[in-house]
C-alpha cells in the first residue's frame, strides 16, 4: 500500500489549480478575442415558376401599325390647307388642296365639248335619218319607173355619207366624255385625302409653298404625317443568337421608360426574315411585339422607347433560387445548422435574371446566403442570419 506524505498531495493540488486556470485564462481570451459571426442574408428554397427570356440588346420604339407620310400625287402650290397638327380625321376626308384653276378650266372645256357634241349629233343624226327616208322612197320610185338608176344610187350614197356622219359624231360624244374623265382625274391629283381614320401627327407645308411628290429612291419631306394611334406595338432589336428562340405568338412583356413602375402584356407577332448589319460586331433581328392590352390611363405615344421581355420555355413548380445567389462553376453556399456555411455545388435548368432553376444539390426548404459581397461570406465562416425585410 502507497500512503502520499502531504507535501507531496498540497504539490499535486497546486499543480491541477494552476493548470485550471491556465485553461480558464486561454477559454476565457479566445471567448473574448473570436471574431463576431458574418451577419449575412439567406435565401428559402422554393417552388415556384422559371421561364426562359429573351431580351432587346438596345432599345425598341413604339410605333403604330398604321403611318402614312402623304405628299400629293402631283406637284403644285398649296392652295387650302384643310387641317392643322393633332387634329383626328377620317377615311377619305380632305387634307389638302393644290393650286388647279387650269384642270378646272380644261374640266369647264371638256363638259361644254361634250354639249356641243350632243347639239351637233342631234343635227347631223337627224338629216340622217331624212336622208334614209329619202332613200327608200327613190327605191319605191325606180321600181314604178319614175326615176333612173342613177337617182337610185346618188340617195342611197348620200344615205350612207349622212349615216356615217352620225357615226362620226356619236364617237365625238365619247372622246369628249374621256376628256372630262381625264380632267377629273387631274383634280384628283391636286387634292390629298386620308387613307385611313388617324391624328395629323405633322405638316410640312404652308399655304403658298410649292407642294412635291415623293418619287421613289429620294428622300422628301412629306406633306402630312398621318398617324393611326388606335393600334400600336414595340419593334426592338434581338441579337441574332436569341433569334432562334423566337416565336410569333410566343408570351412576353412589355415596359416603357415613360410609364414607370407597369409592365404590359404582349405577343410576338412578326420575325424579321432577315438579319440587321447596322453594326459588324453585334447584328439583330427586328421582332415586333403588339399590345394585348394598350394602356388605357396612361397616354401612350408612338415613339416612346421600350423593352421587351420575350418567354420562349418556361417550368412551373420546380426548385428555383435567386440567380444572385450563384457562384462561379455553379455553387451556392449552403447554411448549416451548426451556423457555418457551406460550399455546395448544383445543377441548374432554365435561368432568367431574376430565379434559376434547380435539378440537382438542393432540397425545398434549404438556406443559401444571398448577399455574397459581404466580407467574410465564404465556405466554412460562421454566419449570424439577418431576419428577412417583410414585403413591400
Known amino acids: 500500500m502507497i500512503v502520499f506524505q502531504p507535501n507531496k498531495r498540497n504539490t499535486l493540488f497546486r499543480y491541477l489549480s494552476w493548470l485550471a486556470g491556465a485553461l480558464l485564462l ?5 471567448f473574448f478575442t473570436r471574431p463576431e459571426p458574418v451577419r449575412v442574408q439567406l435565401f428559402k428554397v422554393e417552388r415556384g415558376v422559371v421561364e426562359a427570356t429573351v431580351s432587346n440588346t438596345r432599345a425598341g420604339t413604339v410605333k403604330a401599325c398604321r403611318r402614312a407620310k402623304l405628299a400629293p400625287p402631283a406637284g403644285g402650290q398649296i392652295a387650302h390647307l384643310l ?3 393633332g387634329e383626328r380625321v377620317k377615311t377619305n376626308q380632305i387634307l389638302l388642296e393644290l393650286w388647279d384653276d387650269d384642270l378646272q378650266a380644261q374640266a369647264r372645256l ?50 350612207k355619207a349622212k349615216q356615217a356622219s352620225c357615226t362620226v359624231a356619236r364617237s365625238e360624244i365619247e372622246q369628249s366624255r374621256s376628256r372630262i374623265a381625264v380632267a377629273h382625274a ?22 403658298g409653298e410649292y407642294a412635291t411628290p415623293s418619287p421613289p429612291g429620294i428622300l422628301t419631306l412629306p406633306a402630312i404625317d398621318l398617324i393611326d394611334d388606335r393600334c400600336m406595338f414595340v419593334s426592338a432589336p434581338i441579337d441574332e443568337v436569341d433569334a432562334a428562340n423566337i416565336k410569333v405568338g410566343q408570351v412576353s412583356r412589355i415596359t416603357l421608360d415613360a410609364i414607370k413602375g407597369r409592365s404590359f402584356a404582349g405577343k410576338v407577332k412578326r420575325v424579321a426574315p432577315y438579319v440587321l448589319e447596322l453594326e ?22 408612338v415613339g416612346y422607347s421600350a423593352d421587351v421581355e420575350i418567354v420562349h420555355a418556361a417550368h412551373d413548380k420546380v ?24 460550399e455546395r455545388a448544383v445543377t441548374t435548368g432554365l435561368t432568367n435574371w431574376e430565379h434559376t432553376e434547380i435539378i440537382a444539390g438542393l432540397n425545398e426548404g434549404d438556406q443559401i446566403v444571398m448577399s455574397l459581397d459581404r466580407p467574410g461570406v465564404k465556405a466554412g465562416a460562421r454566419v449570424q442570419p439577418e431576419a428577412n425585410k417583410p414585403a413591400k
Open 26 to 30: 486561454a477559454i476565457a481570451a479566445w
Open 83 to 85: 387641317v392643322k397638327k
Open 110 to 159: 371638256a363638259e361644254q365639248q361634250l354639249n356641243t357634241a350632243n347639239t351637233r349629233i342631234d343635227e347631223v343624226c337627224t338629216v340622217a335619218d331624212m336622208s334614209s327616208k329619202e332613200a327608200a322612197r327613190a327605191r319605191q320610185l325606180r321600181e314604178r319607173g319614175f326615176i333612173s338608176s342613177e337617182g337610185l344610187e346618188r340617195a342611197e350614197a348620200d344615205a
Open 186 to 207: 387631274g383634280l384628283r391629283r391636286m387634292v390629298l385625302r386620308a387613307p385611313f381614320d388617324g391624328i395629323v401627327a405633322d405638316i410640312s407645308g404652308e399655304l
Open 280 to 301: 459588324k460586331q453585334a447584328r439583330t433581328v427586328e421582332v415586333e411585339v403588339e399590345f394585348v392590352e394598350p394602356p388605357t390611363s396612361e397616354n401612350l405615344l
Open 319 to 342: 426548385l428555383r433560387i435567386p440567380t444572385q445567389t450563384l457562384l462561379e462553376g455553379k455553387r451556392v453556399l449552403l447554411y448549416r445548422a451548426d451556423v457555418t456555411l457551406e
